[in-house]
């Protein structure tokens, strides 16, 4: 096909990917002057008058869709015994590429992308449209991070009687369909949200619920198998994003999410009862005065998201996303010049009165576990790590940064009446030599460290 003009404008350039029916290319539109994914079914399949309407009726059915989270059909047509279909050109990789690389995502990126998944199809259904086919394979990404629901091909529209398969017979990917796919029974919308449970469990641990040698036995497991525990392959995931999917992924439909959009309140619920991040049993607000006073600008580099998540414009990310940029400020209306002297106080109050882990004249109940030896009172910096209310947290960390060679101790501090707890790791004299600590304790996975001048 390389090298190939379809309809007169749209000149084929490669191969990109495809399945037992069709195949995808790069092409370019010599008209309108742009890169477009060209849709060609397989030539074994041109003679198979099921597949042929099967491939006409998905560009039916996402014609009709025009949504941010939906993959756009530009064309469709035929050439000779050659069936294709032009939709807009995705430059990123698959959902299911991104979970290969990554292993497992946050639970922030998961919320971010199954929101825009959840999006894409309320419109879909609002159409009358059943995916029925959703798998991290037809989730497709943008170039900035957006997420768009493709391959309406064994779709099913709900306002027509008419239907290509019959009766009991099996539609779908056998690692995410639902109980009733499994079983050919009839199905409606909460079957494509069972399949996005499945989609989330897998984004959340790396691997699909259920497994098998045989797609049979697969199948068996959706129908009569309890869902595997999230927290035995990812301990860190929150307790509402686990009750989200194992909803979702109820055997019987009446038990799951209704609809999509309720599925996205959620989901969305989920992140705003989970403000305060947790890592390893580790707590550290950000609503924590002493965090946000003793963390620079230059050391503030907390990275929930790694690679291009969560898209910069997409809504649900300016729900979590933390501004480190100082220019925030500037952004809002000019404070009269009472409250920014009012604030210059509080501020030099913060600096002067209260000093995370050091005795106050005002507070004789404020202590540092291990009194400082004299290297400590040289001037220098430390990589501080966590910031708890329990010492025992404290303590576990303590003994797991000891496993992996690095020596700490525990600073204790009351921090406006509330004792906290933070694991300190050396007096560095060369601020490279703390940066180096700091990359080299997250790269351990301890997100919440951060660089403090003594």
């Known amino acids: 096909m390389e090298g190939r003009q379809l309809g007169g404008r749209y000149q084929i350039i490669q191969h990109v990917g495809g399945g037992g029916m069709a195949s995808v290319y790069k092409a370019k539109d010599l008209i309108l002057n742009r890169f477009v994914a060209v849709k060609v079914m397989n030539e074994q399949s041109n003679h198979d008058p099921d597949f042929i309407r099967r491939f006409i009726r998905e560009a039916q059915a996402t014609a009709k869709l025009s949504h941010p989270h939906v993959v756009n059909v530009h064309d469709v047509g035929y050439e000779g015994q050659t069936y294709y279909m032009v939709m807009e050109y995705m430059e990123g990789p698959t959902l299911k590429q991104w979970i290969a690389r990554r292993g497992s995502l946050s639970f922030e990126e998961i919320i971010s992308i199954a929101v825009q998944i959840c999006e894409g199809l309320t419109h879909a259904h609002e159409q009358g449209i059943i995916h029925r086919d959703i798998k991290p394979h037809n989730i497709m990404s943008t170039s900035d991070g957006r997420f768009k629901v493709t391959d309406f091909g064994i779709s099913r529209s709900i306002r027509t009687s008419s239907t290509i398969t019959k009766a009991g017979t099996v539609m779908g990917s056998v690692h995410y369909f639902s109980p009733e796919q499994a079983r050919g029974l009839e199905i409606g919308f909460t079957s494509d949200l069972y399949s996005l449970g499945v989609v989330l469990y897998e984004m959340a641990t790396g691997r699909v619920p259920f497994d098998g040698d045989e797609p049979v036995a697969i199948a068996l497991k959706h129908v009569q198998e309890p869902l595997p525990d999230l927290r035995k392959f990812n301990p860190q995931l929150p307790e509402g994003m686990v009750r989200v999917i194992q909803k979702a992924m109820a ?204």
């Open 251 to 454: 055997k019987d439909p009446n038990h799951r999410y209704q609809s999509a959009d309720e599925m996205r309140q959620a989901l969305e619920q989920v992140l705003s009862s989970n403000r305060t991040i947790t890592a390893n049993n580790r707590e550290m607000s950000f609503n924590d005065p002493a965090t946000r006073r003793t963390v620079t600008e230059k050391s503030y580099n907390i990275e929930l998201h790694s690679g291009q998540f969560p898209p910069r414009n997409d809504r649900i990310s300016k729900t979590y996303l933390l501004k480190k940029n100082k220019n925030t400020g500037r952004k809002k209306a000019v404070f009269s010049l009472i409250t920014v002297v009012c604030v210059l106080i509080l501020l030099f109050f913060i600096f002067q009165v209260v000093q995370p882990g050091k005795p106050n004249a005002d507070n004789s109940n404020q202590t540092v576990t291990n009194p400082p030896d004299n290297k400590q009172h040289k001037k220098g910096k430390s990589v501080y790590v966590g910031s708890f209310t329990s010492r025992e947290n404290a303590e576990k960390l303590m003994l797991t940064l000891k496993d992996k060679g690095i020596a700490s101790r525990i600073q204790k501090a009351e921090v406006f009446g509330e004792t906290r707890y933070r694991v300190r790791i050396g007096n560095f004299q060369k601020q490279e030599k703390a940066e180096a600590m700091l990359a080299k304790v997250r790269q351990m996975g301890f997100k919440d460290a951060y660089i403090w001048e003594n």
